[in-house]
């Protein structure tokens, strides 16, 4: 059985698609709420099932501040994630600075350690090995408890092949948020029977998983069904992406 970590796919109620969409958004109830141009009580009833229906009024800008398609949201058919969401948002530059040993990280700064990712023959959890002759990554603690991401959940690995590009290219450098649970639409680290990939996964409504390259000329979806007699695994969600021009 795929491991979909207690997300009911099939006939989602309205309340589900919500509280799904919520979740994805990472955004507060009450900016959810002004965005949409209705009370955070409102939203409340649309998250416990009370309210049956969005009305039409509210539909499209509801969608708009989850970040879903409409069709999605009001009926839970087609893809939930909506494309184009507007333009990046533009975050002022930073300096670089160069870590040349353990001494010169700042205070607020978390070493990551590299991982190899394998896995393990059977049905048994993918096994994290620290890569001793790879160097850790860093990040800032600021950053991490913003996204709610704890130190010792953080881990990188390197990317291997060309199957996320222009996303991911090859060599690039990965943080990833250890967690079972699937955001639909996000990049995730995957384990199934003896391999282990990065792919961007999708949650369809027939209770299938896609795992999508974006890559795709090249790379096919791969179809991930509950039947499937080999276990999927999920490792966790990729978080960051650095890599050199």
Known sequence: MLNLSGFRILN???AERVILAIKHSRKSQRE????IGISPG???LWKTGETKDIKSTHLHKAAKA?????EWLATGKGEMLAPNLGAAIQTPWRPVVVINSDEDIEHDVIAIPRYTVKASAGNGEPVLEIDTKGQPNYCRGGWAKRNGYKAEDLFSIVA???SMEPTIPNGASLIVHK???IVSGKVHVI??????YVKRLILQMDGSLL???DNRENYKDMELRPEDPETLHIVGQVVSVSFNL
């Open 12 to 14: 989602m109620t309205l």
């Open 32 to 35: 959810i709420a002004g965005e």
């Open 42 to 44: 409102a939203l409340t």
């Open 66 to 70: 989850l970040g879903v398609h409409p």
């Open 160 to 162: 291997n092949g060309d």
């Open 179 to 181: 967690q079972n649970e």
């Open 191 to 196: 384990c199934k029977g003896n391999e282990c």
């Open 211 to 213: 795992a999508r390259s």
